[in-house]
């Protein structure tokens, strides 16, 4: 089914989140806790996780926009109710 799809789609985003923030958090223990050569490879790290945050929340919103393209096929009356949604402005 296709909202079991979107909500699978988030339940994923929301536990990738979740690991991400865990790890993050153990990350800045050892930037406070490390040595000089041990902060600068956590600083590293964590720029590495960041950039890989990023491709993975570019990658989940495209997911959702395929989603919702599918959504928009099946149900063509649905187009009204999201475009009067959609904030003036905003059209992409």
Sequence with gaps: MLTQTVKDL???F???????LRE??????QLK???QE???IVRERLKE???EWRE???QHLKDLRDQLGDIRDRIP???DVLEAGRPEGRGR
């Design 10 to 12: 988030v339940k994923d």
């Design 14 to 20: 929301q536990t990738v989140r979740q690991e991400f």
């Design 24 to 29: 993050q958090e153990e990350l800045m223990r």
């Design 33 to 35: 806790s490390g040595t």
């Design 38 to 40: 041990e902060r600068n």
């Design 49 to 51: 996780r960041l950039n």
């Design 56 to 58: 993975l929340q570019k």
């Design 77 to 79: 009356v649905i187009n």
